[in-house]
């Protein structure tokens, strides 16, 4: 993983500038601002739609930035959460700026349970964090050669205020829960060719925990989202000013789909305690059969007794091994099958944000997927990416460094 670097923002120094009044300054950050705000709000938005792939219907309602490009889709919830979730990427014609709802991040806790383990698909996070907290891990995730974090910015108004409704809704699921959100946003610059490019990457977290009194205290469950702006150095202020005075990043769920989404679950769920029933009632009859089935042999004679139960243990352990068999090949069957969904949901997610994950001299990496051959160099602890659509191109003897050429896997990681 590359390091991260936090950088202080560099001020000018007084002496090299002109003093200016009070008043001239005023002056000219109102023009400022009123320039980027006019040049804002000349852009407008244009009302777009989500389609769930699960359903092939609409989804969900949110606007993008007017003449500009979108790609969005449903993601199914994983194990630990089985709400679906929208994800979708709205990009300018030049392709520098843009504005990308990420999944979703789930994770649960249970601090009583020692044999608990991080269900499939969620986050491995032992208990409640921080909006800011999860920023931290979340910059260590997607850091990049040369991404500098620039400090702390503003979340907007609407964006906190939904923030604050959704504390205050889940403390009004149950007594024994308590809810809690919070949100965070942070500056970091990167260099994409010739352009330093800022973005600020902001979340808020949702947690459920419940009280001292509840079954399994202490325990519940959290979901992060994150959304990033990018736009080029300068830029990016006035694009997050208008993205959050529209509150781009709320996307509106259609009833209809919403309805549906319910009656999955639900059913999920009766599918679930039938299958929870039927292994209890089994229980239950295995242990009746066994009971009545003793008090019929006490009654014949010593020998006849040790004969029959001698035959009975083997069968029972011939089914018992027959159970086994069958148990662990149905298990490494949904394993695989979860494989195969988790490797084709990440190549999605490549897809749908133009990037693909190499894997070279600087580790597993996400690059653009707008060339097809990627190399790197690594020196000390520094690794340079070198990207070209030329299969015949080689960095060596023209770069400085001892280049290889990264190998394309799944965007999970795993190789084809």
Not at 3 to 11: D, F, G, K, L, Y
């Amino acid at each position: 993983m590359n390091p991260i670097r936090r950088q202080t923002p560099i001020h000018p120094s007084p002496v090299a500038l002109r003093p200016i009044s009070v008043a001239g300054r005023i002056a000219l950050a109102a023009v400022l601002f009123l320039a980027a705000t006019l040049s804002a709000a000349a852009q407008g938005v244009t009302p777009t739609t989500i389609t769930d792939p699960a359903y092939n219907v609409k989804a969900f309602d949110l606007n993008i930035p007017s003449g500009w490009k979108f790609q969005g889709t449903v993601m199914p919830g994983p194990d630990c959460s089985d709400l679906p979730y929208p994800v979708f990427r709205a990009y300018s014609p030049d392709g520098l700026s843009e504005l990308r709802l990420e999944p979703a991040f789930n994770w649960t806790f249970h601090p009583n349970n020692r044999a608990f383990h991080a269900v499939s698909g969620c986050v491995n996070i032992s208990g409640p964090i921080t909006a800011e907290e999860f920023l931290k891990r979340y910059e260590e995730m997607v850091a990049g050669n040369g991404m500098h974090v620039i400090g702390s910015m503003p979340v907007g108004s609407a964006y906190q205020e939904r923030t604050a409704k959704i504390a205050d809704n889940m403390n009004h699921l149950s007594p024994d829960v308590h809810g809690s959100a919070n949100a965070a946003a942070e500056r970091v610059q990167t260099i994409n060719g010739s352009f330093i490019i800022e973005q600020r990457f902001r979340a808020y977290v949702e947690c459920r925990v419940r009280t001292q009194n509840a079954i399994d205290p202490n325990g519940g469950g959290c979901s992060a989202h994150v959304d990033v702006v990018r736009a080029p150095k300068g830029k990016l202020d006035a694009l997050c000013a208008f993205i959050d005075s529209h509150d781009l990043v709320k996307a509106k769920f259609d009833n209809a789909w919403a309805q549906r989404v319910h009656e999955t679950i639900a059913q999920k769920n009766q599918q679930r305690m039938a299958q929870l029933t039927r292994q209890e009632q089994a229980g239950s009859a295995m242990l009746k059969k066994q009971f009545d089935d003793f008090m019929a042999t006490s009654q014949r004679s010593h020998d006849a007794f040790m004969a029959q139960q001698e035959s009975s243990y083997r069968t029972h352990q011939a089914q018992m091994a027959q159970s086994a068999s069958s148990f662990h090949s149905a298990m490494n069957n949904a394993n695989n099958a979860m494989n195969a969904r988790s490797t084709a949901s990440s190549d999605w997610v490549d897809y749908a944000l133009d990037q693909q994950t190499v894997t070279g001299q600087g580790g597993t990496q996400k690059v653009s997927s707008a060339y097809s051959h990627t190399w790197s160099s690594t020196v000390g602890n520094e690794t340079t990416w070198y990207q070209t659509n030329n299969p015949n191109a080689n960095p060596n003897g023209v770069l400085g460094g001892n280049w290889t050429e990264d190998t394309k896997v799944h965007g999970n990681g795993q190789p084809y």
